[in-house]
């Protein structure tokens, strides 16, 4: 007679079960990525990657995109080959530019320069992740970042309410004083300036070019600069260090202030950190200290560094690698376009902040001979300053004996 066998099953308990359901959950519901910030370089990021087809969740502490309104908005037209935009308030193609103690001396450009209403430019870009696929949530101020092996997770409180989310990689878009730098990398950018600035009702003679002030009296290693937009103009300086609000109060000494119609600024770190990328996690932008130094400018730099931060995930993800060695190729992606200009630019800026007014003035003996005139106006760009200050010093190396005198 055949004997019948048995078949013994393993017993789970109830709590492998709940682990094993939780853990499903957690991948099923999990976000491909959370952007934390919705200004340009954070929108930016959010539209190419929903573009693509992955599930990122935008978070904008504030309740509306765009404000406050921390910048000058001064771009060249490249930033609108990336960004559909009708913001425009102001083209311009010239500079005058204010040694101290000296008559200004007038740049003309073929090339314009455009201001921009910053506000409805962030919100322009926002609208195209938003069109993308992109959740955005506002008013959604992010309090703690952690990152593991098998997730980032953002804590945030949104209208009063405190949130949790999980994400393969969390990216931080955050400007200068980013949560997710200082939870993740836990380093500050070395070189930071301070700004203050006010919208005036004061109508600029010259629509056409925008004012730049330099030396002791207006700043502390930058400078100060006027910027015409029809009947209102924005007014404002920059320093390494404090005092920003006394140097202003010398500047205003140019102009009839008793129309200030708003007052803003923000930190812009002019140094990039020693590494943009961790593991499941990114900085671009101001976030990560890439911007302009010469200028303070992170608008286009902000949305280079988007653009390979969005080639970089991809990789990332059809890989399914978010490790720190894996993500460095980001940093590599960034730097082959604008890295050597930041350091250049980095380089000029330090030497810069340390000329005297004397200094300046041997300077402005220099530059504003035609010649030299000549020299900016055929090859000054906004966006990649070195290329004028290497020509210069090519073509006139007695400037660097005057820099010192």
């Known amino acids: 007679m055949k004997t019948q066998e048995r078949v013994i099953f393993p017993s789970i308990s109830i709590s492998t079960v709940l682990k094993t359901f939780k853990e499903v959950y957690t991948v099923w519901s999990m976000k491909d990525a959370i952007v934390v910030g919705a200004g340009p370089a954070g ?16 978070l904008e502490e504030h309740p509306e995109v765009g404000r406050p309104v921390d910048c000058t908005g001064v771009v060249t037209r490249r930033v609108f080959d990336y960004v559909k935009s009708g913001s425009i308030a102001n083209r311009v193609k010239g500079a005058n530019v204010f040694f101290p103690g000296e008559e200004p001396f007038h740049i003309e450009k073929s090339e314009e320069t455009i201001i921009i209403y910053r506000d409805a430019f962030d919100k322009d870009v926002s609208s195209m992740a938003v069109d993308s696929g992109s959740d955005l949530h506002m008013n959604a101020r992010v309090t703690s970042v952690s990152t593991g092996r098998e997730y980032a997770e953002v804590t945030f409180r949104e209208n009063g309410n405190l949130k949790t989310e999980k994400a393969k990689v969390v990216i931080g878009a955050d400007g200068a004083n980013s949560i997710v730098r200082k939870e993740v990398f836990n380093e500050k950018p070395r070189r930071v300036i301070s700004t203050y ?31 015409p937009t029809g009947n209102i103009s924005r007014i404002g300086v920059g320093t390494l260090g404090s005092g920003t609000r ?18 803003n600024g923000a930190p812009i770190p002019i140094s990039y950190l020693k590494k943009t990328y961790a593991n499941r996690s990114l900085l671009v932008g101001d976030a990560g200290g890439i911007v302009k130094p ?44 604008i890295g050597r200009e930041l350091w250049m630019d980095g380089i000029v800026q330090r030497m810069f902040a340390r000329l005297s007014d004397k200094s300046l003035r041997a300077i402005y003996r220099v ?21 004028l200050v290497i020509s210069v010093i090519a073509r006139h190396p007695s400037i660097l004996f005057n820099m010192f005198s």
């Not at 988007?306 to 993500?327: M, Y």
């Open 43 to 58: 929108s930016y990021l959010s539209h190419l990657l929903s573009k693509k087809g992955f599930d990122v969740l935008n």
């Open 197 to 227: 600035q006010v919208d005036s009702a004061f109508r600029m003679d010259d629509q056409d070019s925008v004012s730049v002030y330099l030396g002791s009296e207006v700043s502390k290693g930058f400078f100060a600069w006027a910027v």
């Open 246 to 263: 006394s140097y202003y109060e010398a500047l205003s000494r140019h102009f009839p202030m008793d129309a200030v119609l708003g007052i």
């Open 294 to 337: 010469l200028t303070g400018g992170g608008i286009y730099t902000g949305i280079v560094s988007a653009k390979h931060a969005a080639r970089a995930l991809t990789e990332a993800f059809e890989a399914s690698d978010f490790s720190s060695e894996f993500l460095s190729r980001y940093q590599k992606y960034w730097k082959d376009e």
């Open 367 to 387: 530059l504003s001979s035609p010649h030299v005139l000549d020299t900016i106006n055929n090859v000054g760009d906004i966006d990649y300053p070195s290329r």
